[in-house]
T-cell receptor, first 109, second 112 residues
Framework: SQQGEEDPQALSIQEGENATMNCSYK?????LQWYRQNSGRGLVHLIL?????REKHSGRLRVTLDTSKKSSSLLITASRAADTASYFC?????????FGTGTSLTVIP | NAGVTQTPKFRVLKTGQSMTLLCAQD?????MYWYRQDPGMGLRLIHY???????AKGEVPDGYNVSRLKKQNFLLGLESAAPSQTSVYFC???????????FGDGTRLSIL
């Protein structure tokens, strides 16, 4: 399987704290993307980082990419209760995407 | 602008029955994808299409067939449903393969 892995599997933090989740993938990539999934809904794209980029920011999101280690991390700063969701990384190779197993984030008000 | 619409939202089948899941997108995307999501497994690609009239196998294609007769529609078929196909099925689309995907809200399928 080319499926990636994420850790931690679950994360519970207080509102206002930062949340960091990590992703490992298995193949060479064109880019790596992070998605969010609220319970019972489809995935929503958050941010994309290309293979030649090392860091990218979007609002309260910061993504890093280390292609030598085949890993990425997503940092959500100043978390809010509304950030409660599952987060998935997806490595893009050619026409296909390989999703990680996801991190379930709970932000306690 | 509806984005990606999946029908039906829920379905219960008996082992051996057949059915078709429909995905429709109104964004003029070339690429469309079918995934299944199982607990603890994340999403796995079943089949995908790079344009009207084309289909290709993904990571877990066995037991499924697809068709893309119109650019806006991507159909996923189960010819003879098995309990192992109980899952949540997601359709997604994108302009290009390296671009963000837009997802539907899923079809929850149970096979008894």
């Amino acid at each position: 399987s080319q499926q990636g892995e994420e850790d931690p599997q679950a994360l519970s933090i207080q509102e206002g704290e930062n949340a960091t989740m990590n992703c490992s993938y298995k193949t060479s990539i064109n880019n790596l993307q992070w998605y969010r999934q609220n319970s019972g809904r489809g995935l929503v794209h958050l941010i994309l980082i290309r293979s030649n980029e090392r860091e990218k920011h979007s609002g309260r999101l910061r993504v890093t990419l280390d292609t030598s280690k085949k890993s990425s991390s997503l940092l959500i700063t100043a978390s809010r209760a509304a950030d409660t969701a599952s987060y998935f990384c997806a490595s893009n190779t050619g026409n296909q995407f390989y999703f990680g197993t996801g991190t379930s984030l709970t932000v306690i008000p | 602008n509806a984005g990606v619409t999946q029908t039906p939202k829920f379905r219960v089948l008996k082992t051996g029955q057949s059915m078709t899941l429909l995905c429709a997108q109104d964004m003029n995307h070339e690429y469309m994808y079918w995934y299944r999501q199982d607990p603890g497994m994340g999403l796995r690609l079943i089949h995908y299409s790079v344009g009207e009239g084309t289909t290709a196998k993904g990571e877990v294609p066995d037991g499924y067939n697809v068709s893309r007769l119109k650019k806006q529609n991507f159909l996923l078929g189960l010819e003879s449903a098995a309990p192992s196909q109980t899952s949540v099925y997601f359709c997604a689309s994108s302009y290009y393969p390296n671009q963000p995907q837009h997802f539907g809200d899923g079809t929850r399928l149970s096979i008894l």
